[in-house]
């Protein structure tokens, strides 16, 4: 088991397999300027497998896949099936925009995923072109309606909540919540990266959201978590629905005393805290060809390196944003 100072159980490892996006999100990075990194630049599959291997053998129990976006990757579900012959891995899911899922969902489910994050921040196909700069809304919902054919639960519906832009959405994504068996997720907007946004301007919070939905649903909360690497969400049922809403409020109501997880970057950075900048680097061990026990000890000084909480906000109370751009970092 892998405790930091604080006696915090660190299972949970969010690894993100590339920075290469086929959107640009208006709350994830720039329209322009963007270096992505090259391809050597990257940690290659066999490495993530190796530092994954360790780090169950130390006590992680979960592995969420994410990028950028992970299906662009070419080799990605022969890596998936790689990762599922981890002795003592449980779960294996995948964090992804959607608009390949509809073409990689069966090989994915075959290669050992059964549960998946779709990012969805509007329902109106205008508005979806518009956040995520030209994608296309039916190529997400085809991708959902193939997942869910194929067996995939749960589906995870994450929507970042930007006032002005798509609150207006919240009752209808919780009808999809009620009418399907999603579970949709409403995410506040964080500080990260350079993005066009104003964050102070766009910023809500998700006690807002719920008054909202509340007006029309009925949210029994969800107190019991199914496992111990369970993430942060606050979950409602819908009363009489088939699916559930959750809560994620990084800023209004951090969640760090009970933080679980890790982040492995694109370029092979081991990071403690998504909001705090202090990471470990294991591309440059791994490649002068460390040892087991090398790396075993590099994993533990990343773990030793998680703060109590974030510090997204200074004393003095001005915004401190996180310089990384959300797609090196994977969420």
């Known amino acids: 088991m892998m405790l930091d100072k604080y006696s ?5 490892l969010r690894v993100s397999i590339t920075d290469r996006c086929n959107l640009r999100c208006i709350y994830c990075r720039p329209k322009e300027g963007v270096a ?23 006590g992680l129990i979960k592995v969420r896949l994410t990028g950028g976006e992970p299906l662009v990757r070419r080799g990605f579900v022969d890596f998936v099936a790689d990762l599922n012959k981890i002795e003592g891995l449980k ?30 921040d509007s329902l109106n196909p205008d508005k979806y072109g518009q956040i995520t700069r030209g994608g296309r809304l039916e190529d997400v919902l085809r991708g959902i309606a193939r997942a869910e054919e194929i067996g995939f639960s749960p589906i995870k519906i ?17 009808r999809l919540a009620q009418e399907q068996p999603f579970q949709v997720r409403f995410i506040e907007l964080m500080p990260v990266g350079k993005t066009t946004l104003d964050y102070g301007e766009d910023y809500m919070p998700g006690s ?14 969800l107190k019991n978590k199914k496992n111990r690497s369970d993430g942060p969400a ?18 209004s109501d951090h969640f760090c005393s009970t933080c679980n997880r890790m982040r492995l970057t694109s370029d092979g950075k081991l990071r403690a805290c998504l909001l705090n900048e202090a990471e470990v680097d294991l591309k440059k061990a ?8 090398e790396l075993e000890k590099l994993i533990w000084d990343a773990v030793l390196l998680k ?24 969420g």
Do not use: W
């Not at 970042?160 to 832009?165: E, P, Q």
């Not at 819908?238 to 994620?248: P, V």
């Open 158 to 174: 994450n929507t970042v909540a930007i006032k002005g832009f798509n609150d207006d959405e919240a009752l209808d994504f919780a």
């Open 91 to 120: 779960d294996i899911s995948l964090t992804t925009n959607g608009i390949l899922l509809e073409q990689f969902a069966q090989g994915i489910f075959d290669a050992g995923i059964r549960r998946i994050n779709v990012s969805l």
């Open 234 to 251: 606050k979950i409602f049922k819908i009363k009489g629905g088939r699916g559930e809403i959750g809560f994620i409020n990084p800023v």
């Open 8 to 12: 915090r159980e660190i299972n949970y």
């Open 208 to 221: 807002q959201l719920i008054k909202i939905i509340r007006q029309r649903y009925a949210l029994e909360p």
């Open 286 to 293: 791994l490649r002068e060809n460390c040892s087991d026990a």
């Open 36 to 58: 992505l990194h090259g391809h050597e630049d990257i940690l290659r599959y066999e490495e993530m497998i190796r530092v994954i291997s360790l780090a169950v053998k130390m």
């Open 307 to 330: 703060p109590r909480q974030h510090d997204i906000v200074c004393t003095e109370n001005s915004l401190r944003k996180c310089s990384r751009n959300m797609s090196e970092i994977g």
